[in-house]
């Protein structure tokens, strides 16, 4: 599966922006798209994902602020981030994670979109 990220860029505090991945590939029914940010010096961490079946899950810091759809045709996902801060300020990377019925669950990653939020 291969992952294209668009969106990112630079944002004021209290603006928004919007990500957007598309997966391409061999594509499996049981599946989620989501998206994972990294600070400077710091793992990977969650931020937010839905599934093939449309759950959606948020980290708290995001929660109320962050909107996470799917186009599950395209198998596209969307990131609309709101208010963000400058503690949002990381890259930005999309996950896709399917169960492979020969494999069992694999995951990839897209390249990563850099967010900066400046004060």
């Known amino acids: 599966v291969q992952l294209v990220e668009a969106g990112g860029g630079t944002v004021q505090a209290g603006g928004s922006l919007r990500l957007s991945c598309a997966a391409s590939?061999?594509?499996?029914?049981?599946?989620?798209m989501g998206w994972y940010r990294q600070f400077p010096g710091k793992q990977r961490d969650f931020v937010a994902a839905v599934t093939s079946y449309g759950g959606t899950n948020y980290t708290d810091s995001v929660k109320g602020r962050f909107i996470i759809s799917r186009d599950r045709a395209k198998n596209t996902v969307l990131l609309e981030m709101n208010d963000l801060k400058v503690e949002d300020t990381a890259v930005y990377y999309c996950h896709f994670g399917q169960l492979s019925p020969r494999d069992g669950y694999v995951d990839f990653w897209g390249q990563g979109t850099l967010v900066t939020v400046s004060s």
């Open positions: 590939g061999t594509i499996f029914g049981i599946n989620a």
